[in-house]
């Protein structure tokens, strides 16, 4: 059956391009999917398999089968389970039951296979099918090199140095020359080898050995709205969540003005360089001292999601959100007796007396609420007890730049090192309703073959930052004419310095603090009509193409291809908005719906179906897997893709 859901105003559906490849018979083959995070979450691979799983299944229905490792919990809270419907998978079940790793190739009226396998966990299996001779098609799919990732833990000048490494001798050094081993026959040995992005393709090939045939970027289900104030009003409302904690979090030092606030938030594995944490750090160093030399009265406050050791959470912290709540009962308490007076003078036709409404034990309980505000210590920059306190690579370097979140500081810093959970007392949310509310995701990594973090933030209509060097950024940069336009920034960290990097990444984040509401709405409408191009509807397609690869490539004689065709996959390129451009300068003249705070001295009509047309009438050129975009100068060690 077809996905179904209700399409958005902004939409760009029926924009993407057709899909011209012949569909494959899928009643007549198997398609299994083979990886150490099927129901079992470790990383973003796991993200990557559940949602990808129910476009799939809307392909091959009782045809697709996910193999991963049993753990009890797992199977318990994640899948149901059943008898497999075909007699071969039943067969090779109990084979597999009664004794031990046992292969069968007997299929049945269904002998074409299509084995799909992730990262070199899964990477026997192929090597094991190949070795053996079974026929059966299979494609093998890193979503980071296992030496990419320790080398660039390391801190090692990774990109300029691709053509340099010795290998062999790395992988040895780092005592991970097995794994290594597997991961490289695996890549060889598969008929399609793939990758998840451009920048991850350009490191396979210099690690691996073997160019990818095809690029398969990481996709999400898109949950659309009928109307486009609906997540606009989804972030009100996880905004205010927000302010709520902010306000317990830096009682007593509350002299900011929380309608002129905004929110940032960094999260995802503690890699503190990988991550793009160290720039990070620097860049908000560098943001607070513009802020305060412009006497911009815009506060920012900064969230570092990132799980560390700790062991309880911070006194401090959760005296904060008591105090908060007790003033508020307080407030609540008075307002009620307040009314009350005020309702029975009304009754009575008299204009109360102000001065006696209030008795002394009013302002005796409101005193007292005052004075339990009063605090002798800066807020916390952690809400959690850290182990590591001393040695902590983020608590290190907010001490380095001197952010303590004291009065002075326009920028105020809270680490919460755990996730998120709505049954945490401290700041009972969600992830997804975390994001809603902030205004902007920053995420400078160094290393991120693909990034969920801003695909996420976009699907939601939250503006985010990038690099070049992540997945993301680069897709991005690929398909859409200028990003920032789009609510995307991508920061340069791949021909530029550090240095350069850090200023321009800083440049980004004073920027946006310089827009105004309005212009913010506009954006996040921007951002969020990106979400179609996220979708596994239609990022589906390039896994579509793999398996088609891999069949002409093990069945020759079945399924056939033209071998001297580009490895090409159609894709699109966002132009500019018509628009007038989300800039301080010169976004002045359209918003969605009026501004609460802002004065408005035009009348000119923002039509959102309207931009959106626009952008359909400007869809431009196809990109091929290892090209580089116009202007861009080669990596070392990179030509030939």
């Known amino acids: 059956m077809p996905l179904s859901r209700s399409l958005s105003m902004t939409s760009l559906s029926g924009v993407l391009p057709a899909w011209e490849e012949d569909e494959l018979p899928v009643e007549d083959l198997l398609l299994f999917e083979v990886a150490w995070e099927v129901t079992n979450k470790v990383g973003g691979i796991y993200t990557v398999i559940q949602t990808k799983a129910k476009v799939t299944v809307d392909e091959w229905g009782e045809n697709f089968y996910m193999m991963g490792p049993y753990f009890e919990h797992n199977f318990k809270t994640q899948v149901e389970g059943c008898d497999p419907p075909n ?26 296979v299509i084995a799909h396998f992730h990262e070199w966990q899964a990477g026997p299996g192929l090597i094991l099918s190949r070795s053996r001779k079974i026929p059966m098609a299979t494609v093998f799919t890193t979503h980071a090199t296992l030496l990419g990732r320790y080398l660039c833990a390391g801190n090692a000048d990774f990109y300029n140095n691709l053509d340099k490494f010795d290998i062999d001798k790395e992988a040895g050094e780092r005592q991970i020359y097995h794994r290594y081993c597997l991961e490289r026959a695996a890549v060889h040995c598969a008929h399609v080898f793939t990758t998840v992005s451009q920048i991850t393709a350009v490191e396979a090939k210099h690690m691996l050995h073997r160019k990818p045939d095809v690029v398969t970027p990481n996709g999400l289900n898109v949950k659309k709205f009928s109307a486009m104030h609906e997540f606009q009003n989804l972030h009100s409302t996880s905004k205010a969540r927000l302010q709520e904690f902010v306000r317990g979090h830096f009682y007593g030092h509350l002299d900011f003005n929380l309608d002129k606030t905004l929110f940032f938030f960094i999260a995802g594995r503690y890699e503190f360089s990988n991550k793009g944490a160290d720039i990070f750090l620097e860049s908000l160093s560098r943001l607070n001292y513009l802020l305060r030399v412009h006497k911009n009265d815009m506060t920012v406050v900064v969230f570092f999601i990132m799980p560390a050791k700790t062991n309880n959470f911070n006194v401090e912290s959760l005296k904060g959100q008591a105090i908060r709540k007790q003033l508020w009962d307080t407030a609540h308490t008075v307002k009620e007796k307040f009314g009350k007076k005020l309702y029975d003078a009304l009754l009575k036709g008299q204009i109360p007396d102000m001065n006696t409404i209030l008795d002394r034990d009013d302002f005796t309980i409101m005193k007292r609420a005052i004075y339990a505000t009063q605090r002798h210590s800066l807020p916390p920059v952690t809400t959690h007890n850290m182990l590591d306190d001393s040695t902590d690579p983020i608590l290190s370097n907010v001490r380095r730049i001197g952010l303590f979140n004291s009065r002075n500081d326009r920028v105020k810093i809270i680490f919460h090192p755990e996730f998120l959970s709505s049954t945490s007392p401290l700041l009972p949310m969600d992830y997804e309703d975390f994001v809603r509310g902030c205004n902007l995701g920053v995420f400078p990594s160094y290393y991120e073959p693909w990034g969920y973090t801003p695909g996420e933030c976009s699907v939601m209509g939250i503006p985010s930052v990038t690099t070049n060097l992540s997945g993301f950024g680069c897709f991005m940069e690929e398909h859409v004419s200028d990003p920032a336009a789009y609510g995307i920034y991508i920061v340069d960290r791949r021909f530029r310095s550090a240095e350069e990097s850090c200023n321009q990444l800083t440049q980004f984040m004073f920027s946006f603090c310089q827009q105004s509401r309005r212009q913010r709405i506009i954006q996040r409408n921007r951002t969020e009509r990106l979400s179609d191009l996220l979708d596994w509807r239609y990022l589906g397609r390039f896994y579509v193409h793999a398996r088609h690869l891999a069949l002409s490539r093990a069945f020759p004689e079945k399924f056939k291809t033209d071998p001297m065709a580009p490895l090409k996959t159609e894709g ?49 050129a196809p990109f091929v897997l290892g090209t580089v975009p116009e202007g861009k100068k080669k990596q070392p060690g990179e030509s030939g893709n």
């Open 87 to 112: 007699p071969a998978i039943r067969k090779a079940m109990d084979a597999l039951i009664h004794n031990g790793c046992q292969l069968t190739d007997n299929l049945g009226d269904k002998p074409n």
């Open 572 to 620: 699109f390129r966002y132009p500019r908005p018509y628009s007038v451009p989300p800039s301080p300068s010169a976004s002045l003249h359209s918003t969605p719906h009026h501004s609460d705070v802002e004065d408005d001295d035009d009348d000119e009509p923002y039509d959102e179906d309207e931009e959106a047309e626009r952008d359909r009438l400007n869809i431009k």
